[in-house]
């Protein structure tokens, strides 16, 4: 079974979640709960840091694309923190994904 980390920091009224390892087809759905457990609906902004990401495939990025669609109906900002020239933010550049939140270095 493949590894991933997800660890909650409250902010205030703010969440920063680290996600690291491997989200893939096996964890996907771990990783979903986990996300949606951190983050109550009064927030008021989240910030995704993926440097630790090593490897992100369309289950994954699933995952990603549900948490954008949720935080938007919710009204709450996405940013997504993802070293330029990672192999992450190449897959959220080729998805798309950036229509939805910005990626900042």
Not at 3 to 22: C, H, N, S
Not at 96 to 102: N, P, V
């Given at each position: 079974?493949?590894?991933?980390?997800?660890?909650?920091?409250?902010?205030?009224?703010?969440?920063?979640?680290?996600?690291?390892?491997?989200?893939?087809?096996e964890?996907?759905?771990?990783?979903?709960?986990?996300?949606?457990?951190?983050?109550?609906?009064?927030?008021?902004?989240?910030?995704?840091?993926?440097?630790?990401?090593?490897?992100?495939?369309?289950?994954?990025?699933?995952?990603?694309?549900?948490?954008?669609?949720?935080?938007?109906?919710?009204?709450?900002e996405?940013?997504?923190?993802?070293?330029?020239?990672?192999?992450?933010r190449?897959?959220?550049?080729?998805?798309?994904?950036?229509?939805?939140?910005?990626?900042?270095?």
């Open positions: 079974m493949t590894d991933a980390t997800v660890v909650v920091r409250p902010e205030g009224p703010d969440v920063r979640i680290t996600i690291g390892g491997e989200v893939d087809l964890n996907a759905t771990l990783v979903e709960e986990q996300l949606a457990a951190a983050i109550p609906n009064e927030t008021n902004a989240v910030t995704l840091e993926l440097a630790d990401l090593d490897y992100l495939d369309s289950a994954g990025l699933r995952v990603l694309f549900a948490l954008a669609a949720r935080l938007e109906v919710l009204q709450i996405l940013r997504v923190d993802v070293p330029p020239g990672s192999h992450t190449r897959v959220l550049q080729l998805s798309g994904f950036e229509s939805l939140a910005s990626l900042e270095a």
